[in-house]
């Protein structure tokens, strides 16, 4: 099984305990058939954790502006049958680790590897999002600035791990995001 | 006026203000099922004045395909140097508070105000 690590990944270890403990398993056929679960998702986990935050309505919109971007990127690039989203949030204090876990065929593994990378290697944040949108066609799908616009707007953290699985070929993808919440 | 409903979001274009308010939350699936909103921005820019106001203090919610497709639209504007954009925007909204900037990014002529 081969893996591999980019950016900030386990920054926060699963071995420290957290508070505000939730995990959500969905199968990305019953996301993509229904979209607008996606947002429903979002906005729980986003009411879950703002309420007990200082500036609630702020951190709400936030929370589910993040999370929305992660399970619609989870759900969009799954294999769509047998398979599952799983979404694992923990809070540590101030910090809001979500984890994201997905299976994807080898031709978006690639993709999603050499974006990553881009992205947590970039110098300057905003020349990589003009550059993206400036080469962006008229017929492609992905915007493929959601990650982006996280990294670059809301200072968010993040790490992947991808697991080859050789039975079926497919990539286990793991994200890890850490939104640390302004107080 | 005209109007689009996009998912859970409604778009009007008032031509004698020149202007296009968007209401409620966009997050619709990619870039394909933005087609129909890029169609409508299209169209209006193309019967409002030297400014189109683009209103987006009603939008609590854009992802990142429906920012893509503002985007494009203002790079376009851009390329044909008309109209000219003004944003409007609601700070007490997070995501316009961090991200609304970004167009400007794109074109230095767009104003921002929020």
Redesign the interface.
Known sequence: MLIDTIGEFDKIPDSIPAEGDVAIKVRPIDL?AY??R??IMADFAAAFYAYTQDQP???E??I??IF??LI?NAS?YSVKRNAEVGIHMKLYNTVLKIQTENYTPESHFQKLRKHLKELTEAKDL?EL??KT??A?SDT???????LL?LVK??NLKIGAQFRHIEETGQYKVTIQSYYYIEQ | MNTLNA??SIITYNQSESSLTFEG?M??????EYDVVSQFLKTSSESSTDTLILDLQPL??L???G??TL??FI?NCKKKGNPKITVLGNE????QQ??IA?FK??WNEVEIKI
């Open positions: 993509i979209w607008k996606c947002g309505s702020v951190q919109n936030i589910s502006t929305n971007e619609e969009k905003d999002y003009i949108l400036a962006k492609t799908s992905d915007s493929g600035i959601g616009l707007d809301y | 998912g859970d939350s997050r619709l699936a990619n870039m394909k609590q919610f992802n990142s395909s920012i893509t985007s494009l790079l007490s909204i997070s995501w961090k991200s970004n990014k794109l």
